[in-house]
Antibody, heavy 120, light 106 residues
Framework: QVQLVESGGGVVQPGGSLRLSCAAS????????LHWVRQAPGKGLEWVAF????????SYADSVKGRFTISRDKSKETQYLQMDNLRAEDTAVYYC?????????????WGQGTLVAVSS | DIQMTQSPSSLSASVGDTVTITCRAS??????LNWYQQKEGKAPALLIY???TLHTGVPSRFSGSGSGTDFTLTITTLQPEDFATYYC?????????FGQGTRLQI
């Protein structure tokens, strides 16, 4: 079955960096786009970033543009989110999520999330 | 960027009731509207995509409608497991924005 397992979360000081990983299994990784979506404590879902299945297209929310970078390693079937210059408002659970990757965009599978806390 | 506005932000109902949640897009998105359910402490789960298509395994008491800018999620004969938070998301273009959520509670 489809599995997405996030890792790399933790506590980091403002201005610091973290790299999140999303290990995929149960499907052909190179055929599917992946998203990152975050949820601050007690708040709603915020879409963060997206990369097309072949890495040819990537997109970011304005709130993270220029600070976060999405990438993927096909050989490891893993997607990454490099987060630099972190701010307190980046504190959230970060979910890796698979896009249907057909002619329409929707998320059909979600990981369980990894918590990032930005605090001094 | 396309803004998504849900209403109401919270809703109280009872088992057996029928409820409707509304989602409005700031510009037309055709039928590229998705609905997700999130239970406390869990990851979200897909309910409906392209405005009205039920995801595999989703009970038929859930239904979606709308196109353009106005969409609705209707849940008939509420069951105890339906009390959760619901989010709409536009799948028309990046950034793939979510609505702010509707908390459905007893």
């Amino acid at each position: 079955q489809v599995q997405l397992v996030e890792s790399g979360g933790g506590v980091v000081q403002p201005g610091g960096s973290l790299r999140l990983s999303c290990a995929a299994s149960g499907f052909t990784f190179s055929h599917f786009a992946l998203h990152w979506v975050r949820q601050a404590p007690g708040k709603g879902l915020e879409w963060v970033a997206f990369m097309w299945y072949d890495g040819s297209f990537e997109s970011y929310a304005d709130s993270v543009k220029g600070r976060f970078t999405i990438s993927r390693d096909k050989s490891k079937e893993t997607q990454y989110l490099q987060m630099d210059n972190l701010r307190a408002e980046d504190t959230a659970v970060y979910y890796c999520a698979r896009d249907y990757s057909g002619s329409v965009y929707y998320i059909d599978h979600w990981g369980q999330g990894t918590l990032v806390a930005v605090s001094s | 960027d396309i803004q998504m506005t849900q209403s109401p932000s919270s809703l109280s109902a009872s088992v057996g009731d029928t409820v409707t949640i509304t989602c409005r897009a700031s510009q037309t998105i055709s039928s590229y509207l998705n609905w997700y359910q999130q239970k406390e402490g869990k990851a979200p789960a897909l309910l409906i995509y392209t405005a009205s298509t039920l995801h595999t395994g989703v009970p038929s008491r859930f239904s979606g409608s709308g196109s353009g800018t106005d969409f609705t999620l209707t849940i008939t004969t509420l069951q105890p497991e339906d009390f959760a938070t619901y989010y709409c998301q536009q799948g028309d273009s990046s950034p793939f924005t979510f609505g702010q959520g509707t908390r459905l509670q007893i």
